[in-house]
């Protein structure tokens, strides 16, 4: 079966500082991953996704995300942080066998000024 | 491309009615997911058409069903309202519904059971 944990559930990062938000996996065929954001009274929007190939994915907003297979781990970062990214992130995995997204419990990332 | 448009956006029942959601995917999508997103229980999957069909079905009662048109829109269907299906609504569409595919997230319906 699969899962996802997001061991975080805020982070809290100045303004201009990198940031992490840290996503680990367990599937049992090959990990099809995903994060999306979620701002207020919003739908998610698509950041990335790994499938296969290179270990970093570059995505939208400059956000990028690094898949560590020996690690099982997938963590969203982004080299200086915006106070507009302050939202909720979600990482996903892809179900095996199916078409549907498990998704994790979700980080309030808040970039303080 | 217009996005992924989701009607209404917000609704307001009564325990025991029944509501409708609607949601028109991306145009060329074939695939529409439906997911529940709760405080309590996060975002969990409820079901997924493609070509009218449904594919796949996420762990939710009988109550709540779903169909695909033709034109790929979607709609979801709950029956007899408990407090606890408040919650937002999410409809995403994908391209073909393979493992590749983004979904992408219509802005969601807002459903308050009073």
């Known amino acids: 079966a699969q899962s996802v944990a997001q061991p975080e559930d805020q982070v809290n990062v100045a303004e201009g500082n990198p940031l992490t938000v840290k996503c680990t996996y367990s599937?049992?065929?090959?990990?099809?991953l995903f994060w999306y954001v979620q701002y207020p009274n919003r739908g998610l929007q698509f950041l990335l996704k790994y499938i296969t190939g290179d270990n970093l994915v570059k995505g939208s907003y400059g956000f990028e995300a690094e898949f560590n297979k020996s690690q099982t781990s997938f963590h969203l970062k982004k080299p200086s942080a915006l106070v507009s990214d302050s939202a909720l992130y979600f990482c996903a995995v892809r179900d095996a066998g199916a078409n549907n997204l498990f998704f994790g419990t979700g980080t309030r990332l808040t970039v303080i000024p | 491309k217009a996005g992924v448009t989701q009607t209404p956006r917000y609704l307001i029942k009564t325990r025991g009615q029944q509501v409708t959601l609607s949601c028109s995917p991306i145009s060329g999508h074939r695939s529409v997911s439906w997911y529940q997103q709760t405080p309590g229980q996060g975002l969990q999957f409820l079901f997924e058409y493609f070509s009218e069909t449904q594919r796949n079905k996420g762990n939710f009662p009988g109550r709540f069903s779903g169909r695909q048109f033709s034109n790929s829109r979607s709609e979801m269907n709950v029956s007899t309202l408990e407090l606890g299906d408040s919650a937002l609504y999410l409809c995403a569409s994908s391209f073909g519904g393979s493992y590749t595919d983004t979904q992408y997230f219509g802005p969601g319906t807002r459903l308050t059971v009073l």
């Open positions: 599937v049992s065929g090959n990990p099809y």
